[in-house]
């Protein structure tokens, strides 16, 4: 007998994993029938997973601990057993605003460290304040364009305006001139790049080597309640995220996702992401960055709870919460590798030994102890080389300058 | 009560001043969410914000509640958690409203089941609308396909249409997607239509 399944999702790129799951018949051999429903806006997604117009939602991991903490209207407990990818952000920026940074596009992307202190001068160029589109407060790009930003001693609070935009009206927004770049998830940095109105600043893979990015969240009490249905899922998931990231199916990935019913973007500009050919400046050879997104190597769905803490102290860092051991609890909570444990147990998904781990820490492949099969790690380097210990959020706290 | 409606659709935030206004409350606006409309909503302090609850902008929205400093009482989310029927009613609807602190819920509850209320309705007109528009785009395909029937084949208007809806009938088709059929092909082959 099939069951009946709803998910929310975004028009994005890094929907693949669910639709794919629908399309390709994976979540059908579980027994599920996917209903995947279409949202514009994180806020929509949010409550119709809160409230229970939908089963589970594919969700910015910032916007599922703000949730869990309250922070963001209803407070539900959310639990997050899968990742649905990893990296996939592109932060773009007019060309008038870029013209200040490096001009090799190549050279710029390469090096963040530079390219954020030439982002600092460029502040004190612009005629006014730059106005830069983020999706969500409690967007992993809002939190990585904070960091980026801070690192090259730039306030994000006073420097510069952020302005909260859901990714599919970034585009638009920047043709009317009501902000000067943003940065979201694909395709809509490349759609910008496309009209020449923009051009790659910088990717979130090289500032965050291998950053948390969007999660398969549940409400906590339905996971609990149907373990049954979750563990199908994510079975289904797990096939789904190996055929998406395997690069004789992106064309024809890229030709799904292009459907009205999912992204639709042309499939030509969906590719660039799924490939890692990116094309920083229209007109220009792409860029190859092979680890532009990531959805099954890597033992990537795996939710590690160091991540849900590490997303944490930025919030803290921000003043976005207090901190507390409770709060931590809760944010790591978030974060259920106990379930892909048991969900996955008899697949042949590569299964970490440990559910914490240093973030920032793999310089090089790294081979690390797996309960079954070969599991390596790809470099997860922040780009200002700290690394987080999940175990000493205060000593990694310490280490920013305080708050104004 | 100040009530602020933001909508893109100039029908439905009709339709649902309307029924606000004959329900007695009389200080309503109506704002499309485009440009500096988070600043101008500052400035009106309303007590009630009614949006869908698909628009794209509530990000936008909730992003300012969050760090405006204008406003004097923080604005939230259907502020009476404890009435789910009401919320479900109003989730089910696509509305979503945003209350501001301290206002009684007696107060807010007639407020939200009319905007659920006229909601509904706006989506059943909508679904009528829709429907009319296919019914019409079908007949244009039917027409054409009838054109083409009667040029290709020589056959009276009369017989083109029996042509057609008899070839539905014999692959369990839709009479629509047979014409559509007959205008892909022609198109394919050349044809004029």
Not at chain 1, 268 to 289: C, H, K
Not at chain 1, 317 to 327: C, I, K, L
Not at chain 2, 158 to 171: E, F, I, P, V, W
Request: charged share 25%; net charge negative.
């Amino acid at each position: 007998m099939t069951t009946g399944l709803r998910i929310a999702f975004l028009p994005l790129t890094d929907a693949a994993v669910l639709a794919v799951a629908r399309e390709r018949g994976f979540a059908e051999e579980e027994g599920l029938a996917l209903d995947l429903v279409r949202s514009t806006s994180w806020a929509t997604l949010r409550d119709r997973l809160v409230y229970g117009q939908v089963q589970a939602a594919q969700m910015l991991a910032p916007l599922a601990v703000a949730v869990t903490m309250g922070l963001s209207q209803q407070p539900a407990a959310l639990a997050a057993p899968y990742k649905l990818n990893v990296n996939g952000n592109m932060l773009v920026m007019a060309g008038g605003f870029a013209a200040a940074l490096e001009p090799d596009v190549a050279r710029r992307i390469a090096d963040p460290l530079g390219t954020a202190h030439d982002f600092a001068a460029a502040i004190g160029l612009w005629r006014r304040k730059p106005v830069i589109g983020v999706v969500h407060r409690f967007s992993s790009h809002a939190i990585m364009l904070r960091y980026w930003l801070g690192s090259a001693g730039v306030d994000p609070d006073r420097d510069v305006l952020l302005r909260v935009l859901p990714p599919s009206l970034m585009v638009e927004a920047m043709q009317g001139g009501e902000i000067d770049g943003f940065i979201a998830g694909e395709p809509w940095g490349s759609a910008a790049v496309e009209t020449g109105l923009a051009e790659a600043v910088a990717i979130g893979e090289r500032i965050w080597r291998r950053g948390v990015e969007k999660l398969l969240t549940f409400r906590q009490a339905w996971l609990e309640d149907n373990p049954d249905m979750v563990d199908r899922l994510l079975r289904a998931l797990a096939r789904a995220a190996a055929w998406c990231d395997d690069p004789a199916h992106h064309e024809a990935l890229a030709l799904l996702l292009a459907h009205p019913r999912y992204v639709d973007q042309p499939a030509e500009l969906i590719l660039r992401a799924l490939s890692g050919q990116i094309v920083a400046r229209a007109g220009e050879a792409p860029l190859a960055n092979p680890d532009f997104l990531l959805f099954a190597r890597e033992a990537t769905p795996f939710p590690w709870r160091s991540q849900g803490l590490w997303i944490y102290s930025q919030l803290v860092r921000w003043g976005m919460v207090d901190h507390s051991p409770e709060n931590a609890a809760k944010a790591a909570g978030v974060f259920r590798p106990d379930i892909f444990r048991r969900a996955l147990a008899h697949s042949d998904v590569p299964m970490p030994g440990a559910s914490m781990k240093l973030e920032g820490a793999v310089d090089l492949p790294l081979a690390v102890g797996s309960r079954r099969g070969e599991l390596t790690l790809g470099p997860d380097r922040f780009f200002d080389g700290r690394v987080f210990d999940p175990d000493k959020i205060d000593m990694f706290l310490a280490g920013f300058p305080p708050l104004r | 009560m100040r009530i602020v409606i933001i909508d893109d659709s100039g029908l439905r935030a009709t339709v649902l001043e309307e029924g606000l206004r004959e329900a007695g409350y009389d200080d309503i606006h109506i704002m499309p969410p485009r440009g500096a409309f988070v600043a101008r909503l500052e400035r009106m302090a309303p007590d009630v914000v009614l949006m869908d609850l698909g628009s794209p902008s509530r990000d936008t929205l909730e992003e300012m509640l969050t760090v405006s400093r204008a406003l004097a009482r923080p604005i939230a989310m259907f502020v009476d958690q404890s009435d789910e029927a009401m919320i479900g009613a109003a989730i089910d609807a696509g509305v979503s409203a945003y209350v501001v602190d301290g206002l009684r819920k007696e107060r807010v509850k007639p407020v939200l089941e009319l905007a659920v209320r006229r909601f509904n309705a706006f989506a059943k007109i909508q679904a009528e609308l829709d429907e009319a528009r296919t019914a019409l785009s079908d007949r244009k395909i039917i027409d054409r396909a009838k054109s083409i029937l009667m040029n290709q084949r020589g056959l009276s208007e009369q017989d083109a249409y029996a042509l057609l809806r008899s070839g539905a009938m014999n692959q369990g088709k839709k009479i629509v997607d047979v014409a559509q059929a007959i205008i892909t092909a022609s198109d394919l082959l050349g044809g004029i239509a």
